[in-house]
């Protein structure tokens, strides 16, 4: 029965549930997460609500790292409980996406590089900060960088690599993602241990970057500009 149905925003009980979710995620209670989220769904709160709850609770971990009371064991707990939740909430979730995200981002390691650290890292990250991370993994040839953006139309593209022996590859997928989607091109971000300002240029990147951080805010500020460019609605 869905007796809870929409409480979640019409209910006090309802908000108060979803707010015990958010300080389950924030907490890192993964089994309590998913069996919360089960019941919730049996009991009829709209999944949009809880994927906002949940997402809540990222943001909230996010915080915590860059304030230092939670390291990276707790970035890689939080980024397997982020997944589960995506997997129980995606299938009623239909095509609506949440408003707590910003914006998409397609991130893999370039072809020839099966370094994985970092890229994971990120995406963890950024999924805190409210960005869709469609993750492609790593050793990613560049006609999959192209099918996938074409696929997803994300704002950003990111590409790791780590070995100074991916460059030529790094090149040719930059150059295969300008010439070949439509305009306006994503804006495409380059990081690793090999990465710099030269390596940029060379590629043609549009940045470069060293740490998450960095990272997180020049993909934070490219992406609220995209959204004020939007048509406004009436």
Same mark, same amino acid.
């Given at each position: 029965?869905n007796?809870g149905?929409?409480?979640?925003?019409?209910?006090?009980?309802?908000?108060?549930?979803?707010?015990?979710?958010?300080?389950?995620?924030?907490?890192?209670?993964?089994?309590?997460?998913?069996?919360?989220?089960?019941?919730?769904?049996?009991?009829?709160?709209?999944?949009?609500?809880?994927?906002?709850?949940?997402?809540?609770?990222?943001?909230?971990?996010?915080?915590? &790292?860059?304030?230092?009371?939670?390291?990276?064991?707790?970035?890689?707990?939080?980024?397997?409980?982020?997944?589960?939740?995506?997997?129980?909430?995606?299938?009623?979730?239909?095509?609506?996406?949440?408003?707590?995200?910003?914006?998409?981002?397609?991130?893999?390691?370039?072809?020839?590089?099966?370094?994985?650290?970092?890229?994971?890292? &990120?995406?963890?990250?950024?999924r805190?900060?409210?960005?869709?991370?469609?993750?492609?993994g790593?050793?990613?040839?560049?006609a999959? &960088?192209?099918?996938?953006?074409?696929?997803?139309?994300?704002?950003?593209?990111?590409?790791?690599?780590v070995?100074?022996?991916?460059?030529?590859?790094?090149?040719?997928?930059?150059?295969?993602?300008?010439?070949?989607?439509?305009?306006?091109?994503?804006?495409i971000?380059?990081g690793?241990?090999?990465?710099?300002?030269?390596?940029?240029?060379?590629?043609?990147s549009?940045?470069?970057?060293?740490?998450?951080s960095?990272?997180?805010?020049?993909?934070?500020?490219?992406?609220?500009?995209?959204?004020?460019?939007?048509?406004k609605?009436?």
């Amino acid at each position: 029965m869905n007796k809870g149905r929409n409480q979640g925003k019409t209910n006090p009980v309802g908000a108060v549930r979803l707010k015990k979710l958010v300080k389950l995620v924030v907490d890192l209670k993964e089994k309590q997460c998913v069996a919360e989220v089960s019941t919730m769904l049996d009991a009829g709160y709209p999944p949009q609500d809880l994927l906002d709850s949940c997402l809540q609770g990222m943001q909230e971990i996010g915080q915590r &790292f860059e304030d230092g009371r939670y390291y990276i064991s707790a970035l890689i707990m939080a980024g397997a409980i982020m997944r589960q939740m995506t997997d129980l909430l995606e299938p009623h979730l239909g095509t609506k996406k949440t408003e707590s995200v910003i914006g998409t981002m397609l991130l893999g390691t370039v072809a020839g590089d099966i370094h994985d650290l970092g890229k994971n890292l &990120f995406a963890i990250l950024a999924r805190c900060k409210g960005i869709h991370v469609i993750d492609l993994g790593v050793d990613v040839p560049p006609a999959t &960088f192209l099918a996938k953006a074409q696929e997803h139309k994300p704002a950003m593209i990111g590409i790791s690599c780590v070995l100074t022996t991916g460059w030529p590859k790094l090149e040719e997928t930059v150059s295969l993602l300008r010439n070949k989607l439509p305009p306006p091109v994503p804006s495409i971000i380059i990081g690793g241990t090999s990465i710099d300002e030269h390596v940029c240029r060379y590629v043609k990147s549009d940045f470069c970057v060293s740490d998450a951080s960095e990272g997180l805010a020049i993909c934070h500020r490219v992406m609220n500009k995209s959204e004020d460019k939007r048509p406004k609605k009436r």
